[in-house]
């Protein structure tokens, strides 16, 4: 197909994008560069008006992001630039400890992009790095095909499966070394990562590799102390994604376990801030703030405060999400 835009020398900008003393600047830049021969070749901006791009899917438990949302996170630039470095260097990892074996990734929810194919295959031989990709999305699954045939990518390619991830039985399990499903929002908000792990990870070996590792929800308590005005910060994990899915039966329960955040009656407590950490790999985290799928969320508090406690719990049905309630004072 003629497009406007060349062809960008992907090996290279993803080659620039994991030098260790790239600036921020650089990345957008070139990522940037990256998502315009990704919208000229599936006329996919992820700011399209077409209403089926902007419809989220009902998964078994949880949405999938719609089409366009799905194509925006290619420009959540440390996401992007995190997760890439991430994921490359879990395969470099794999292949020291298994020098012959070709890495198995399973790619659940690609996205009308791709990105961590289109990015990634072109840093490995074929023999070395294979895929199997799922989506639930019709649309994004065939944009992803499309990108992936024109980038000359698709003897990376093992499968594509049209299918939810939160039911999929996967073929031949224990022949995965990388599961990556990057299914995730603020908070752990509405998306489908917590029951798609609960489904997939059984299944799989015990020493797969997971990308995001793991996703936390943490409280942070902000109070002034009474008698000086001198503020403190308590920190708290509420949810710890991979410990909760440990803790599963059989069955997808209604909700995983609620922890309890106990406020200090002896001081003023302002306001709780609750925090999303993800860790992708390794050292690799992402913080507050710093994509949108950490965004902080605040609640401030009545004062004086009327509860002694907070209670959490991650609901999976009938909607994916954190919920909380005060527990008032006896
Ligand atoms: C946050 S986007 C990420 C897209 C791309 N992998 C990236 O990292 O830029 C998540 C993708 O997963 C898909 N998805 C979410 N839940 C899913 C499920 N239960 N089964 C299959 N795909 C799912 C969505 O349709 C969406 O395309």
Same mark, same amino acid.
């Given at each position: 197909m003629d497009s406007a835009i060349p062809k960008p020398n992907i090996k290279k900008l993803t080659?620039?994008?994991? !030098?260790?003393?790239?600036?921020?600047?650089?990345?957008?830049?070139?990522?940037?560069?990256?998502?315009?021969?990704?919208?000229?070749i599936t006329s996919i901006s992820g700011y399209d008006m077409e209403f089926k791009h902007l419809a989220?899917?009902?998964?078994?438990?949880?949405?999938a992001l719609s089409l366009n949302h799905a194509a925006q996170c290619l420009l959540d630039y440390k996401r992007t630039s995190k997760f890439l470095r991430g994921?490359?260097?879990?395969? !470099?990892?794999? #292949? !020291?400890?298994? /020098?012959?074996?070709?890495?198995?990734?399973?790619?659940?929810?690609?996205? /009308?992009?791709?990105p961590f194919i289109n990015l990634v295959a072109p840093l490995f031989d074929q023999s070395e790095v294979q895929f199997s990709v799922l989506e639930i999305n019709k649309d994004s699954l065939d944009f992803a095909k499309k990108l992936i045939t024109e980038l000359g990518l698709s003897d990376y390619i093992k499968e594509y499966y049209l299918a939810d991830a939160v039911t999929f039985t996967i073929p031949n399990p224990d022949t995965f070394h990388i599961l990556y499903?990057?299914?995730?929002?603020?908070?752990?908000?509405?998306?489908?990562?917590?029951?798609?792990?609960?489904?997939?990870?059984?299944q799989l070996s015990s020493d797969v590799t997971l990308i995001p590792t793991n996703v936390l929800l943490k409280v942070d308590v902000i109070s002034n102390n009474i008698n000086d005005a001198s503020s403190d910060i308590t920190?708290?994990?509420?949810?710890?994604?991979?410990?909760?899915?440990?803790?599963?039966?059989?069955?997808l329960p209604q909700e995983l376990p609620s922890k309890e955040v106990i406020f200090d009656a002896t001081k003023n407590n302002e306001s709780i801030i609750i925090d999303?950490?993800?860790?992708?790999?390794?050292?690799?985290?992402l913080t507050r703030g710093e994509s949108s799928l950490t965004i902080p969320y605040e609640i401030a508090?009545?004062?004086?405060?009327?509860? #002694?406690?907070?209670?959490?719990?991650? #609901?999976?049905?009938?909607?994916?999400g954190l919920k909380y309630e005060f527990n008032k004072k006896d």
């Open positions: 080659t620039q994008l994991l !030098k260790e003393d790239i600036s921020d600047e650089e990345s957008i830049t070139i990522i940037n560069e990256i998502h315009g021969y990704f919208n000229e989220a899917v009902p998964t078994a438990s949880g949405m994921i490359v260097k879990a395969i !470099k990892d794999i #292949q !020291k400890g298994k /020098p012959n074996e070709t890495v198995n990734i399973f790619y659940a929810g690609c996205g /009308p992009y791709a499903s990057e299914t995730l929002d603020a908070l752990l908000f509405r998306e489908s990562y917590v029951p798609i792990l609960a489904n997939m990870l059984p920190t708290q994990t509420i949810f710890d994604t991979r410990e909760a899915i440990a803790s599963i039966e059989i069955e999303t950490e993800v860790h992708i790999y390794e050292h690799l985290r508090l009545e004062n004086p405060l009327p509860y #002694q406690s907070m209670s959490f719990a991650y #609901q999976l049905k009938p909607q994916v």
